[in-house]
């Protein structure tokens, strides 16, 4: 449990916050440059004085930033330069106490995959490689909150989501929380339960992922992204492709492992999904989904369909000339086909 009651004049605009998050694992921060999302971070760890905050039921706002169990990545977190990837993870694991948790050096290592960084000199590292060596090093100083600002934006997207999905595992198997910042709603849909949206300072919507980000797609005209939860059941090595199942219904998906090996969400954008009402008969793709037509709403001129499958949502575009010829109910059975995955 996270509350606070932040009041601090910027240059621009006021910190204004008045936010209560009773039960989260992941919390995400999204809004534009400027808004004040590092400010949060830097009021929650401690970095900016009289602020009132409480984690836990227990108020921290009189404690040094040592001493509130918190942990903040910024931005332009620095490596040790005199050390390489191995000794800066062995400097914290020596240095930090009061630990939390019982992450050790090796668990770290192991879950990030970072053996061929560890003796490189930092200096020789890309940005994205420098950016998993501080996260695990700001996972080694074993606190139960830990908070990331921007941690994994020099990552391309199949690493940057195949370490959300690290970050997702390692938060369910030692109980730490995370708020992350972020720019890119697509990062923070991928991990976070839970989004806060902020604006000139204040906070505008908060509550669980799918549907603050419901709301921020609506009001800036975008599209929103289908996030499908599966697990795998095998690969298939003579087609290089997976078979995938989803939980509930138990429909199937077959998809390269590039869109599989990221973690075990698949991101779809609404141009790969089309509906119909019978199942399609003469077509190449076998990824067709059984799906209940939750909601429709003209948006820009474009219908935008919000499909129920297993649970879960998936979103697709129709112009409105296909609409009206369907002539599609709320509650209609029809087929997503799902395109672009093998």
């Known amino acids: 449990m996270i509350k606070l009651a932040l009041y601090k004049s910027l240059n621009s605009f006021d910190l204004d916050i008045n936010l209560h998050l009773e039960s989260f ?20 760890s401690g970095l900016e004085g009289e602020q009132s905050v409480y984690i836990n039921d227990k108020s921290v706002h009189h404690l040094p930033t040592e001493q509130r169990g918190v942990t903040l990545q910024v931005q332009s977190c620095p490596l040790f330069p005199h050390l390489d990837a191995a000794g800066n993870l ?29 003796k490189r000199n930092v200096q020789s590292l890309s940005g994205g490689e420098r ?18 600002d921007e941690p994994f934006s020099a990552l391309d997207w199949p690493l940057r989501f195949k370490t959300l999905s690290t970050l997702s595992e390692l938060a369910a198997t030692f109980s730490i929380k995370f708020i992350i910042v972020s720019h890119s709603l697509k990062e923070l849909l991928f991990c ?7 604006n000139n300072g204040k906070v505008i919507n908060h509550g669980p992922s799918a549907q603050v980000a419901k709301a921020i797609y609506a ?8 996030l499908i939860n599966f697990q795998i059941i095998t690969f298939d090595e003579k087609y290089g492709v997976y078979l ?23 991101i779809l954008e609404c141009e790969q999904i089309s509906v119909s009402a019978e199942m399609p008969l003469n077509t190449n793709n076998s990824n067709v989904l059984i799906c209940t037509l939750h909601s429709a709403e003209l948006i820009d001129k474009t219908w935008q369909l919000t499909l129920d499958v297993d649970g879960q949502s998936l979103y697709c575009l129709l112009s409105p000339r296909v609409w009206d010829q369907n002539n599609y109910k709320v509650g209609d059975t029809l087929y997503a086909t799902i395109h672009n995955l093998e």
């Open 244 to 266: 995938l199942k989803l939980h509930k219904s138990e429909q199937q998906l077959f998809a390269l492992p590039s869109a599989v090996e990221q973690g075990n969400k698949l």
């Open 131 to 148: 950016q998993r060596v501080v996260f695990a090093r700001t996972l080694l100083a074993g606190q139960k909150l830990i908070i990331l």
């Open 25 to 44: 694992t992941i919390a995400g921060i999204f809004g534009p440059s400027g808004s004040g999302k590092s400010t949060l971070l830097r009021c929650i």
């Open 192 to 198: 976070c339960d839970t989004l806060v949206q902020l």
């Open 219 to 226: 009001n800036n005209k975008q599209t929103p992204l289908s």
């Open 90 to 118: 062995a400097f914290t694991q020596k240095h930090c106490f009061n630990r939390q948790t019982d992450l050790t050096e090796q668990k770290v290592i192991d879950a990030l995959e970072l053996h061929p960084l560890l």
